[in-house]
């Protein structure tokens, strides 16, 4: 991997997983986390879940249990080989527009580095790299004013095709949602606002550091006791690194919502915990929080708006 690529995203926009069971995890997701399911693509067993800060917080692919899952082009999306386990997909990095993605990837290509799979999916252009751990990153520009009118849950067909980031002049337009409204689900004691950062294990710190900050382009906000901290041009702070021992787990650690002010996450907790969810309540000097395991024991932390860093 070259240097000074750096393609400077926004902000963390989502995290897509790799999960056991599609129908599971939606339910978990809209009825327990409180985050509305607002697309399907059921060929694909996909699932994608929004408050309506952005298309979509979170996206879940179902294993490909050794068959191949085909795109709008017809094309394989899914390979059999890919997703065989449960583990995260991709962290998604809102960029500020599509010039900028494929200024990005022209960087890279003139450094010979431009082997990166591109995709349009409708909605957006994107840019997949892989970090020196063999996580994905979706780099991506908004390619539509709104969203829904293609994320919503009339539609099921398959959005995915291939994306040429050079064979036309990009789009200079900022199409990301700017102050939109967001939604709650109901029956969900817990109000999600957006996703806020994610934190990705590794067992070499200093390598990762250089991705983050040469390749993928977001500022280093802090480094010191075996932890990184990165925020995007939007001034969040966005991902966190944590060095682990050889035997430790690398990848991803747990990803973040900051709710909204009235959630009480102490009381959420309990009524969670009623209900036979995983739910861990802590209160510290930076505010309280609350984590609570998914079905396939992904760890999901709600944050106070006091506890959760620079708004995006």
Not at 98 to 116: I, N, P, T
Not at 248 to 268: E, I, Y
Request: proline fraction near 5%; charge should be negative; charged fraction near 25%.
């Amino acid at each position: 991997m070259q240097r000074n690529i750096a393609f400077r995203p926004r902000r963390l926009a989502h995290a897509n997983l790799w999960v056991s069971n599609i129908e599971q995890s939606i339910a978990f997701y809209e009825s327990v986390l409180g985050i509305e399911l607002v697309r399907r693509e059921r060929a694909l067993k996909m699932g994608f879940h929004s408050n309506g800060n952005t298309h979509h917080d979170i996206g879940m692919i179902e294993i490909s249990r050794g068959v191949d899952r085909y795109g709008r082009d017809g094309n394989i999306q899914i390979p059999k080989t890919a997703g065989t386990a449960v583990r995260l997909n991709h962290l998604g990095w809102e960029m500020e527009s599509e010039r900028d993605v494929a200024d990005a990837y022209a960087r890279a290509k003139a450094l010979g580095d431009a082997k990166f799979r591109t995709a349009d999916h409708l909605i957006s252009h994107s840019v997949y790299v892989p970090d020196p751990d063999g996580n994905m990153h979706e780099f991506y520009a908004d390619a539509v004013d709104d969203w829904r009118t293609i994320f919503n849950l009339e539609l099921e067909d398959e959005v995915t095709a291939a994306w040429n980031p050079l064979g036309a002049p990009p789009s200079d337009a900022h199409r990301y949602p700017v102050n939109p409204p967001i939604r709650s689900v109901p029956q969900s004691p817990l109000r999600p606002i957006r996703i806020t950062r994610a934190t990705l294990g590794t067992h070499d710190l200093d390598r990762m550091v250089d991705f983050f900050r040469d390749v993928a382009g977001l500022t280093l906000q802090d480094k010191a006791d075996g932890q990184a901290r990165f925020g995007g041009a939007a001034g969040g702070q966005d991902l966190i690194l944590v060095e682990t021992p050889e035997s430790g787990k690398t990848g991803l650690q747990k990803f973040s919502f900051v709710v909204t002010a009235d959630c009480d996450l102490a009381t959420a907790g309990k009524a969670l915990g009623a209900k036979g969810v995983a739910a861990r309540f802590a209160d510290t000097a930076d505010g309280p929080s609350l984590t609570v395991t998914d079905p396939d024991g992904f760890q999901i932390e709600l944050l106070s708006p006091s506890n959760a860093g620079a708004a995006h």
